[in-house]
């Protein structure tokens, strides 16, 4: 594709990046048939390659209105396009920066603006998330059944993180909405990790990895997540402490994975985050490396259970981890169904689910029909955000998949 960038943006760090990621786009049309909103809008400037044309059109200083601003909060960041594109166009990439700067050119309706306002500041805010669900359920016997769904039940966690050290250490990163949505997801890692022989360390001043902030268009806010994370995990990786930095939502994962390239321009940071980034492990990959010592012990317990398995699309296009987290499940004992077009997004993407509800509650119908297609027993995912989203109409349990192994390892 043939690009002629205005100045504005040309000279620019980020301007560099999305020409070259322009000239690598042939307009194949390959991406159409795997993009989630094309699937149910049928518009091509809801699909990947129409995207791209209104970025380019952008980025040469064409005028932008709020019909580029529609289209491009309509995309999931899903990343199917990126592994069905032969040409590698990293889309991902290329849509950050151009919401970047159509944030800046086009002025939001109050109430969108509001209610990005507050999402940018409960989601990553712990303890203030914590409260304000503590409240929401104290009152959930009394609301609408509609808004009974989107506030989940309290979650006791049954079991403790372990106390045991061992020699082999790693940390988490226990992320924001996680502790209070899910408690037993980080105790259930920390559990499998220490019946491997490995210590899981929390990192007292680490927390939200920066996605909920970025994505949102507050670019800056969301590069200083990242950079307090990298301070808070520093000491241990300078002293050699650690093995991995380990993640168990995906959604994290992938940005983690991705500190190295979103702060390569910071002279200050980019070394380490460079570091980080190739510590940084989705629990996934960790338990493989390890799945031959697992398996050894298990032998001895297996048992059949019909598990549906949802793959994140952090987890199969951001990261590019296929396959993992199902061989590690039959490894143990589950039997996993057929999910038919398992490659498309259930329609959670972060925040897109409270942005975009019609369309994210489409998909995650969809999804909901795949998934208990072959009539499975459970349903499990790998990411938290993808939980709660299946859980609001799923029949069936849903719970993360190393909840499951934890189970597995140690029965109650």
């Known amino acids: 594709m043939q690009t002629k960038l205005a100045d504005f943006v040309k000279n620019t760090p980020e301007g560099q990046e999305a020409d070259a990621i322009l000239r690598s786009c042939v307009h194949c049309g390959f991406c159409l048939a795997t993009c989630p909103t094309y699937q149910l809008l049928g518009d091509e400037l809801d699909s990947p390659r129409g995207r791209i044309y209104l970025m380019k059109q952008m980025l040469e200083g064409e005028p932008v209105t709020v019909k580029t601003l529609l289209h491009l909060d309509r995309c999931l960041t899903c990343r199917a396009c990126e592994t069905t594109c032969p040409s590698g166009v990293r889309y991902g990439a290329l849509v950050d920066i151009g919401r970047g700067i159509v944030e800046k050119q086009v002025k939001r309706e109050m109430p969108a603006v509001a209610m990005r306002y507050v999402l940018r500041n409960v989601l990553p805010n712990p303890k203030l998330f914590k409260l304000l669900l ?30 045991k050290k061992h020699e082999r250490q790693m940390l988490i990163l226990e992320g924001c909405v996680q502790p209070a949505l899910a408690p037993n997801i980080n105790i259930a890692t920390a559990r499998v990790l220490d019946f491997l022989g490995i210590s899981l360390i929390k990192a007292e001043r680490a927390g939200c990895c920066g996605a909920v902030t970025f994505h949102l268009n507050e670019q800056a806010n969301g590069l200083a ?39 390569q321009h910071d002279a200050n940071y980019a070394e380490k985050a460079r570091m980080i980034s190739e510590l940084a492990k989705d629990i996934s990959e960790v338990i493989h490396f390890e799945l031959g010592n697992m398996t050894d012990q298990l032998q001895s317990n297996q048992t059949h259970i019909k598990l549906a398995f949802h793959s994140p699309c952090t987890l199969q296009h951001g990261m590019r981890i296929r396959g993992v987290v199902e061989q590690i499940l039959r490894s143990v004992g589950y039997e996993l169904t057929n999910v038919p077009d398992a490659h498309l997004c259930c329609g959670s993407a972060g925040t897109y689910s409270i942005l975009q509800p019609k369309l994210s509650q489409q998909l995650l119908t969809n999804k909901i029909v795949a998934l208990e297609s072959e009539k499975p027993e459970q349903i499990a995912t790998a990411n938290i955000g993808c939980l709660m989203h299946l859980r609001t109409q799923a029949t069936l349990p849903v719970k993360h998949w190393i909840e499951l192994l934890d189970e597995r390892v140690s029965p109650v």
């Open 134 to 163: 503590k409240a929401g359920q104290i009152i959930r016997p009394v609301l609408p059944g509609k808004l009974q769904k989107k506030i989940p039940p309290p979650e006791l966690s049954k079991r403790a993180w372990p106390v």
């Open 225 to 263: 997540y990242m950079r307090r994370n990298i301070d808070a995990w520093w000491p241990w990786v300078q002293q050699n402490k650690i093995e991995a930095i380990v993640i168990n939502a995906s959604g994290c994962g992938v940005t983690v994975k991705e500190y190295g390239h979103l702060l």
